[in-house]
């Protein structure tokens, strides 16, 4: 479990803090999306946690060691995968692999087998002994994602793997995320692919201008955005526009209403005014994406 409490990040000559005061949870078992535009914090957040860089104040506990403080144990306990390669291009797969997996403790048999094996499961069989250079993006994003495996870490730090992907690769990451999930790992996936998260986040968590905004679980991703009630009334009068205000939102054009932000269920106001001797011939419910949700979100953030 990775928890985030308090997190403050300030960096020398900017007025602004890059992280504020940010509280984050991410729970053995689940992958948790992080949302945000470019220079939100996200990616400050992801390697403050890893312990590449030092909070300004607050904490990070990764299974309940501090990764500052208690940095050894804490770090044995995760990996990150930044969004750009951060390997040597001319260095050959196994090879580099094998070179990590010493900083572990493993001696060099037990190691080449560990490694190799892990290369087969992320795909990249046969490719062990190219160079670096020589992977495609999405090679790359796979050898990053065997790096990170070596020591079997319980919490996976994921920054922005998706960009540049092909859909072969979206789908290979998803599926990867989805069975470290269910391996017990705690996931914490920053994207803008924010389809993908709504696909198999359990939770997502919005952050701008350093400052986090809103988490919602996996039953409101379902309903994510501003719904609305979409009506075709083939008798529309006045009458029916003053009462549709009273539940919502209105706005009409010709024979069709949306309500957006309803108060009741549409069911019920389909039963109204059918009550009032209204001619409903359509009524259902509209809503809008995750993307269009956090674009609201941070309008009303600004």
């Not at 928890?3 to 890059?18: C, D, H, I, N």
């Not at 904490?59 to 390669?85: M, N, T």
């Not at 979206?170 to 920053?190: D, E, H, T």
């Not at 006045?238 to 539940?247: C, F, M, N, Q, W």
């Amino acid at each position: 479990m990775l928890l985030v409490e308090g997190l403050t990040k300030r960096f020398p000559g900017r007025p602004q803090a890059a992280v504020d005061s940010v509280d984050l949870e991410v729970r053995d078992g689940e992958i948790l999306g992080l949302v945000g535009l470019n220079g939100a914090g996200k990616t400050t957040t992801i390697r403050i946690a890893a312990g590449l860089a030092l909070p300004t104040s607050g904490r990070v506990l990764v299974d309940g060691w501090d990764i500052v403080d208690e940095k050894q144990r804490a770090s044995e306990r995760i990996a990150w995968v930044p969004e750009l390669f951060p390997f040597d291009s001319a260095a050959r797969a196994l090879p580099l692999m094998v070179y990590f997996a010493g900083f572990h403790g493993m001696r060099r048999a037990e190691a080449r087998a560990h490694c190799a094996e892990l290369l087969v499961r992320l795909g990249l069989e046969g490719e062990e002994h190219r160079h670096l250079r020589d992977y495609s993006q999405g090679m790359k994003k796979r050898f990053s994602l065997a790096c990170a495996m070596i020591s079997d870490p319980t919490n996976l730090l994921l920054d922005e793997i998706l960009n540049g992907l092909d859909p072969e690769g979206i789908a290979f990451v998803r599926n990867w995320a989805l069975g470290s999930r269910r391996s017990g790992k705690a996931v914490l996936l920053s994207s803008h692919q924010l389809a993908e998260l709504e696909a198999i986040a359990d939770r997502v968590a919005f952050v701008h201008k350093g400052r986090m905004l809103k988490t919602i679980d996996r039953a409101e991703l379902a309903k994510a955005g501003t719904s609305s009630i979409r009506l075709v009334i083939r008798n529309l009068d006045a009458a029916a526009l003053e009462y549709l205000k009273t539940v919502g939102d209105a706005q009409w054009n010709e024979t069709t209403v949306w309500v957006s932000r309803p108060t009741v269920e549409s069911h019920v106001v389909n039963a109204e005014l059918v009550r009032r001797g209204y001619e409903v011939t359509e009524c259902r419910i509209e809503s809008t994406s995750l993307e269009a949700y956090f674009l609201e979100l941070i309008g009303t953030a600004r």
